[in-house]
């Protein structure tokens, strides 16, 4: 975890002036038989490791080609339970948890779902198999623009709505949300998102210190609109962010 927290930190700080170097101008084209067989791979152990996982969600794990969203020196990652840097000191989260919190949020395809930092657009691609209304918000302009330009590429635009903007503040005009995935960690939970959610609805926000193993919270609001929270996992997320400053 320590490496992890160094990381970022290194990430953090030489993002300025590494930004545009840390990036792969082209993404990754087509699939190898490999890429195909080690996906698979990848579906029987989350079915074998992630409590309860149904074959929606498994179906999906199955369907996105998650190579295609990282860099091509991270590609023998690309099937294994690693995450990985994608530039702009962010990075994609491992399957395990991608598929633990897309578990969790129990979603149907008619729930309207908001994720909060789309990164490398993985986890939000895993939502719209699921959803046919996904919203996403990525504060860091160029990261956000790369990622628009690949799920348009892959053909996700349909069922997955992007936006450049601060996540704590959700994404009024589109709510109230059945569900709400925040992907980085805030230092509280956003009242905002609380404000959008729906009575019945359910979100999952990681809440830490910067660079610091923190909790995961699942957020329940009520028929009543009272709110109550369990915490689900511990584990460590890049920072929320207020401002983008990927080109400052
Ligand atoms: N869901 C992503 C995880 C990316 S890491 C994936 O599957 O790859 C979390 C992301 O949250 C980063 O891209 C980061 O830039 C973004 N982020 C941080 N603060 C934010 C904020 N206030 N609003 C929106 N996105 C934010």
Redesign the pocket.
Known sequence: MRQIVQLCLVGALLMPTLAHAQIDKNFVQGETDKQKSDRAAMVKWLKRSVKDITPRVLKAFGNVPRHK?MRTRDQKKAYKNKWAH?G??????NPWM?AYMTQLLDIKANHKVL??????????S?LQEVSDHVH?????RP?AERTHKLLANLGYKKRIKTRI????FGWEENGPYDRI?V??A?DHIPVPLIQQLKPGGLMLVPVGPAFQKGVVYLVTKKADGSVKRKVVATAS??????VDISDK
């Open positions: 969203y994608i702009y000191g962010q990075t994609i989260t991608v994720e909060v930092g789309t990164g490398s657009g993985y986890q939000g895993i996403s918000v990525e504060i860091v990261l903007g601060d996540g704590y995935m992907t980085c805030a997320f890049v920072p929320m962010r207020r």
